[in-house]
């Protein structure tokens, strides 16, 4: 067992240079909270690489190599740069297929399928050019899987030493476009696959088959990838894998998202000051415009206007509420449709229901932290971060069963947790929890007992270092 593990972190987005989604949260903590890690005397040396997206917000970048990769009868530039995340080395990769889309991902898939092909080859190439060996690549998602891929058919080729793919499934259903014939043109072979015909040409699909493991962002979405329900045409290849996939919970920053020290807050509190919080609800009550009524629990919807989050069940069960006494606030951008209907439900009851159809991040902390319920109805979640930001910040959410809101919310103890995606459940679980709010020691409990859950990134770290080091030995 070697002394130090090195590992390759691949991703699309990383905060605090580029976010778009969740990812951008993920790439961002994972590989510093590994970096922090140490275990029986291992050290993880964990460089992240990124596409040089021209909207990508870095100072300081060290240009550090240019060299070439094959393409057709020529070869394609590449040039990195160097920069640092807390004293950890982040590579930046650029060339002409990643300046030629400004954004992090591209409407036209073949923009993305010719940026994404080209990023994982070259990154792939880059530990020769800093004299460092990766252990491990570790790919994110479509758009660096294909770097797995890679890894394994340059080892067939060349004969080089064994180098362990993990891929990390965070969105099962977005697999990437047909890249047969880009590979083809850098020289990288199609394999013969156990993959269905219509997936052996897709970046997802060929990494998850070349990979030695397969971490799915819950145990619960671990187990849904392999029904044909949520495995999305995958199911009886990921069956046959099985023993290869596992479920490791994603972890929010438990530094920055802290009621104690919040900038963003009006009033600061922690679990013994419970009653601190309150003067959030009525700021933000006053700030939504509504009355203020203490026996009014506040609802609050903070997500991405999109069907799979179940946004349409959370509309009809609140006009389906309309006797029972609540105010909700809904924050969120999206599909034009469902926002078109949020704002239907505003025009319907404008005193109960209030809309805020953009992101804001500061707005977002200030619903957390004042909120008495965070509504998630997803039709399926494979970790979700909202809920667990929710029960930091005393906000008890109301759950669909589904990926890692099953994992993280304890029906009755932490939150409320419903099974069907139908607005009726939905309904039910929200009357359940607003019997509850009405005792209010009971409702303390319930908010003490989600704040002292443990979602550090620490602890999701741990689990990732177990699985390097079983595959390096």
């Not at 870095?58 to 393409?71: E, G, Q, T, V, W």
């Amino acid at each position: 067992m070697p002394k130090t593990i090195n590992v390759l972190f691949l991703a699309a987005e990383a905060d605090p240079f580029v976010k778009v989604g969740g990812l951008g949260d993920v790439a961002g903590s994972l590989p510093r909270a590994l970096r922090a890690l140490s275990n029986e005397g291992i050290k993880l040396d964990v460089r992240l690489v990124l596409p040089y997206h021209p909207v990508v917000k870095a100072d300081n970048l060290k240009p550090l190599s240019m060299f070439s990769i094959p393409r057709g009868d020529s070869e394609v530039e590449v040039e990195a740069f160097e920069g640092a995340l807390n004293g950890m080395p982040v590579y930046f990769i650029s060339g002409d297929a990643i300046r030629a889309n400004g954004s992090v991902y591209s409407v036209d898939p073949k923009l993305d399928a010719e940026k994404y092909t080209f990023f994982s080859l070259a990154a792939l190439e880059l530990p020769r050019q800093i004299n460092w060996s990766p252990d491990v690549v570790h790919a994110n998602d479509w758009h660096t899987a294909l770097s797995v891929y890679g890894s394994l058919t340059k080892r067939w080729e060349a004969g080089t030493r064994h180098v362990a793919g993990v891929v990390t499934l965070h969105n099962l259903p977005f697999m990437g476009p047909d890249i047969s014939a880009i590979l083809e043109s850098y020289g990288i072979k199609i394999a013969q696959t156990d993959l269905p015909e219509w997936a052996r040409l897709m970046p997802l699909p060929l990494g998850l088959w070349a990979s030695d493991a397969i971490v799915a962002v819950s145990p619960t979405y671990a187990n849904e990838v392999l029904t044909p329900e949520d495995g999305s045409g995958l199911d009886e290849f990921l069956q046959l894998r099985r023993e290869t996939i596992s479920g490791i919970l994603n972890g929010i920053d438990v530094v920055s998202f802290n009621p104690a020290d919040d900038s963003a807050l009006g009033m600061n509190f922690d679990s013994d000051s419970l009653e601190k919080r309150a003067v959030n609800k009525t700021l933000l009550q006053e700030r939504l415009g509504f009355q203020p009524d203490p026996d009014a629990p506040l609802l609050a919807v903070v997500s991405r206007m999109d069907i799979q989050k179940g946004i349409d069940l959370a509309f009809t069960a609140l006009k389906s509420m309309k006797k029972v006494n609540f105010q909700a606030i809904i924050l969120g951008t999206g599909d034009p449709k469902l926002e078109e209907a949020a704002q239907s439900l505003h025009n319907l009851f404008p005193e109960k229901i209030k809309i805020e159809l953009r992101y804001d991040a500061s707005l977002a902390r200030q619903i957390y932290a004042g909120s008495d319920m965070l509504l998630m109805p997803s039709r399926y979640e494979p970790c979700g971060l909202s809920q667990m930001i929710a029960m930091r910040y005393g906000c008890v959410p109301v759950v669909r069963a589904t990926g890692g809101l099953n994992d993280t919310v304890k029906h009755g103890e932490t939150g409320f947790v419903f099974d069907k995606a139908h607005h009726m459940s939905l309904m039910g679980a929200v009357k359940a929890g607003i019997k509850v709010y009405s005792d209010r020691e009971r409702w303390k409990k319930i908010q003490r007992a989600g704040m002292a859950q443990d979602f550090s990134w620490e602890n999701s770290a741990r689990k990732y270092l177990a699985l390097y080091q079983s595959l390096v030995k």
